[in-house]
């Protein structure tokens, strides 16, 4: 009763509904990325290629937003440059802000943990993004904690990213992640990459480099009824990482100026964002879309996997 009256909200394109009546794979993908994640017309012009680049991998991709009281699953070329267009202006919409922006019928670009809810209720199993939320530096004191984690606890998808940003405490996003049962996979490297920068310099739980090993592990998990989600994370590629030393000098400034003027609450991630790509003259975006590319044609490559492998013991 309840998934039926949740169905009833969702609406999804033209392309992503005949994808899904013909049983294709599908791929998720997050709106705060284009909205607040990146600036305009680079964020349009990302979400084009990346939409583009599953299609020829064969799969569908599925951006996903909540435009005028409906959650969207799959959008239009004017629909990606309104997003793209707002400026910041669109609600930027976690669990806590999915009823009150639906209800009052507002424009909302999903965040991983939006996203993740939403692909759920759609029926899609695959999701890739630039890298998650996590914990923030300094939470002991400032409890900054992303909802992104607790929804990969709850909410059966699986993300595929450039493992969590520098801005982020690591150790600490990876310690939340195996209290809360999330598996963290990496696939070209044994360590969790860290988006701008290939290695975190910390261990994934488990490296699968191949797409069919990662889905028999995803549906492994789901068919043992271990509900929640699975982080893949795989580097950007080497041509377009950062130096460390780098980005770890500028997020140091960054988070000063954010503590400095005071930026807290959902504000935090954009601001970061925003200041790094300012400090590094441009590059670290170029880094960031180079980086989204690539965790979509490992997402695509999974969703294919995944449409592949059978449920059950005598399927593997
Ligand atoms: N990573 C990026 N760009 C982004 C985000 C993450 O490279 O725009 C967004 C994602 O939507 C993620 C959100 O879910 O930031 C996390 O925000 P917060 O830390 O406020 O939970
Ligand atoms: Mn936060």
Redesign the pocket.
């Known amino acids: 009763m309840v998934a039926d009256l949740a169905h009833s909200w969702l609406t999804r394109s033209a392309p992503v509904a005949a994808a899904q009546a013909a049983g294709r794979p599908l791929v998720a993908l997050?709106?705060?990325?284009i909205a607040?994640?990146?600036p305009y017309p680079e964020n349009v012009r990302t979400a084009r290629e990346v939409e583009a680049l599953i299609r020829s991998l064969g799969a569908e991709p599925a951006t996903i937003a909540l435009i005028g009281g409906r959650i969207r699953i799959g959008l239009s070329d004017e629909e990606l440059e309104l997003l793209a267009r707002s400026g910041g202006q669109a609600h930027?919409v976690?669990r806590r802000d999915l009823p009150a922006v639906l209800a009052g019928g507002g424009l909302g670009?999903?965040?991983?943990?939006?996203?993740m809810i939403c692909a759920a209720l759609a029926g899609i199993e695959v999701f890739v993004?630039?890298?998650?939320?996590?914990v923030?530096r300094g939470a002991p004191e400032s409890f900054?904690i992303?909802?992104?984690l607790q929804e990969l606890a709850k909410t059966s998808v699986a993300v595929v990213?450039?493992g969590a940003?520098s801005i982020?405490d690591i150790g600490l996003t990876l310690e939340y992640l195996e209290t809360h049962g999330v598996p963290v996979l990496s696939c070209e490297q044994d360590n969790l990459a860290a988006?701008y920068t290939r290695d975190s310099g910390f261990r994934a739980d488990f490296r699968l480099d191949e797409a069919a090993a990662q889905a028999r592990f995803i549906r492994t998990k789901w068919d043992l009824g271990l509900a929640g989600g699975v982080v893949l994370s795989t580097p950007v590629p080497e041509a377009a990482a950062m130096p460390r030393e780098e980005i770890d000098a500028l997020t140091r400034q960054a988070l000063a100026e954010a503590k400095a003027q005071g930026i807290a609450?959902?504000?935090?991630?954009?601001f970061l964002?925003a200041r790094i790509k300012a400090l590094t003259g441009g590059r670290s975006l170029a880094t960031?879309i180079a980086?989204?590319k690539h965790n979509a044609e490992v997402g695509a490559r999974l969703a294919l996997a995944l449409a592949h492998a059978g449920r059950g013991a005598e399927a593997q």
């Open positions: 997050e709106s705060t990325i607040h994640g990146m930027k976690s670009a999903t965040t991983v943990a939006g996203t993004t630039g890298g998650i939320g996590g923030h900054d992303s909802a992104d990213c450039a940003k982020l988006f609450g959902k504000a935090v991630t954009p964002l960031n980086l989204v």
